[in-house]
């Protein structure tokens, strides 16, 4: 039984477990536009200024260090099925006997209009760096004025990163804004804005109402019930037609689909990849989809979160998948299972479900904090996150609130 | 006797030890078009994914808690002798009864054809993060090509910028790199260009030749007698007129006063803002110039080095001269006083001359180890510094080797 050579398109939490479960079963070449992971939980961190820019990256070389898994940083133009190769933007053919597709997503704006012009997302690396020196900016003009000029910063989406991203808002405000200048910190108003009837939907209700009550203890305005019918540059219009002034909106509403599938032109399935029980692409057996992109369905029919978790165990799951298709056997079915959900909202304050245990408040928060480092790759990103860490909780400060300007 | 109104234009080395030194005794405001202070004694390290980009950096803000001082960030532009006030771009008018000008200084071309267009800076967190992601660009590019492709990197400028940083990329090649992918890494030349005989010239000629050795023992070619005539997109021209690729040429053969200076109308003298023994600028008594721009001489007739100590003994100096002059008193003449100098080469290998005092090796390595951390400003960068190096000893790997795209 030889080898068989497996390419992985993306290096995100799905493709870079793939690539480590299939080390020693095949020769991988794994491709990534970025030559770093990005450690997309705690970009939040980057934006309000908690931690450094540098320690939510890692190295995809890095992470693939004593293992034969090749890599190449580039992005995929053509897939040609017939011939089993894949086309790098470098002009480089790999070939391959199976693919995984693991390109994740980006943000998605729902077509409203406005939305992509002026409202700022949170997926890279650059765009976090990019809402960190727009917030410290605005906050410099209004040292610098001695009216009664305000700022109104609105998070938009009542997901985990919205949640995550106004809780961050209010605790930079209330702590390292105000040491800086408490005249002006007095006068930036952080609300958070939710389509649906409450925040966190994936939630149980108790949690949702617990999150809101802690964000407005924090000092955030939560408005639910509130879609989002145009965004304008320094100013918001609800769908009830109240317009009201936003210097900065950061978009948290959604994801879809990278748009390098349609690229690909793999078959798709209400705006993801349509894939089988074991995640093998539509009429290509020997092409999976893992991760965000892939319209794996739960038990009660929906699609999977667009979490790491799912796609984390995808990784694992097609890795045998190839093993068994290699050996002669046929596949089994992907069964995705839910270890539960968490967020943060500020200093002592998260809330957990896990298997129908709900927690809140300091102990959900200490749970928060250790399986995030667990989690973050790398010996080196975790003693530097964990020395941010320590200093911001003990100074009550945050001290990466450079402004660097990127494109 | 009343507080005086003082105004300090940039927050550098020199701007804000002045800053702290008058915080008691005037009213100051400090300006800088940044919002934080660039350590750029270890700005080379972010180049070479040594340390994260956002430890070099320190708020401004930050550094002023628990002072008086109030900051704005912005640029001056109009400056005015008669009314006393200068202006920014903001448009905001700031009066002063003393005002100190410390905008330090920029990268200098010496009008040699195509520096400005080929070369890459190391002047500011935004440029060293343009070199290293450019070297793990083009690292990316060699690990995709099998055939002899080398990648010449070249230092320009002997100094100790240019040695530091010569060194830094050689452990790079050897270290990281080479886990990274060996056969890569091994197509990798770096070279160090210095156009008069030694390098180090403001060291003791055997410390220069010590250097030179541990730089060729760690895969440098140095080039010394070596001026560049042309610099080209992918090579340079040196002034015999031998043409030699060079990918990445990175430039770091002199500075000169920053441009701001010359919108301020200030008089000039020798390419340095024209200054009396007790640094008042020709013609204006109550206009201080300080640091990289100031063309104070020491007593060999020349003009004192564009380093950090001067910055900071001058900073500290117009202090006391303020209180003097705001007491009725006349001023006194500056002295600098040398404390020695020191450069980095890699591991274990450093140069330090102090007083006479000549010392190479490990000795001189951990002297400026700690004299770096000890001058590198707030706990957390000292934190964070301390992890990434310790990592980096430890490991003989650096974590921060992401492409991360600037303007």
Redesign the interface.
């Known amino acids: 039984m030889s080898k068989p050579k497996v390419v992985i398109l993306g290096a995100g939490f799905g493709g870079l477990t793939a690539a480590r479960s299939l080390a020693d079963i095949a020769d991988v070449t794994l491709v990534d536009r ?3 992971q990005t450690f997309l939980p705690l970009l939040y961190q980057v934006s309000t200024a908690g931690l ?4 939510v ?3 995809v ?2 992470a693939l ?1 004593k293992t034969s898994v090749q ?4 992005s995929p133009i053509v897939l040609d099925h017939i011939n089993k190769t894949i086309k790098l933007d ?1 002009s ?1 053919l790999l070939s391959f006997d199976y693919l995984i597709v693991a390109v994740g997503s980006v943000t998605n704006d729902f077509g409203i209009p406005g939305v992509n012009e002026h409202c700022l997302g949170m997926k890279s ?2 765009e976090a ?1 990019g809402i960190r020196a727009e917030v ?2 605005r906050f ?2 209004l ?2 004025l001695t009216d009664n000029t305000e700022l109104s910063i609105t998070v938009i989406g009542g997901g985990p990163t919205g949640v995550e991203m106004a809780g961050a808002l209010a605790e930079l405000k209330r702590g ?1 804004l105000k ?3 408490a005249g002006a910190a007095k006068r930036i108003h952080i609300r958070l804005v939710e389509a649906g009837p409450r925040l966190l939907p994936s939630f149980a209700p108790a949690l949702s109402e617990r999150t809101k009550r802690d964000l407005e203890k924090l000092g955030v305005e939560v408005l639910v019930n509130t879609g989002v019918k145009q965004a304008k540059s320094l100013s918001l219009v609800f769908n009830n037609d109240e317009e009201i002034a936003s210097e900065i909106s950061i978009w948290t509403a959604g994801v879809k689909c990278a748009p390098v599938v349609n690229d690909l032109l793999l078959p798709m399935d209400g705006g993801r990849v349509s894939v089988s029980p074991s995640l093998q692409v539509t009429n290509y057996e020997n092409v999976f989809a893992i991760g965000d992109i892939a319209g794996a369905k739960g038990a009660d029919g929906r699609f999977l979160p667009m979490v790491a978790p799912v796609a984390m165990q995808q990784a694992r799951f097609v890795a045998k998948q190839i093993a068994r298709l290699n050996a002669g056997e046929t596949p089994t079915n992907f069964k995705y299972v839910d270890k539960g959900s968490m967020a943060t909202i500020g200093r002592h304050k998260a809330v957990v479900e896990v298997k129908g245990l709900r927690i809140g408040g300091a102990v959900a928060w200490y749970m928060w904090l250790w399986l995030h480092l667990f989690y973050l790759l ?4 975790k ?2 996150t964990m ?2 860490w ?2 911001n909780y003990l ?1 009550f ?1 945050r ?9």
Do not use: K
Request: charged residues 30%.
């Open positions: 970025h030559n770093f450094a820019a540098d320690h990256a890692y190295p070389r890095g260090r890599f190449r940083m580039g470098s480089e690396v650059v760096l410290m900016r410099e003009d040292c610098r390292p040491s800086d200048q790398g010996g080196r990103n003693i530097g020395a941010d320590t200093w100074t400060d001290g990466n609130r450079h402004i660097i300007d990127i494109a």
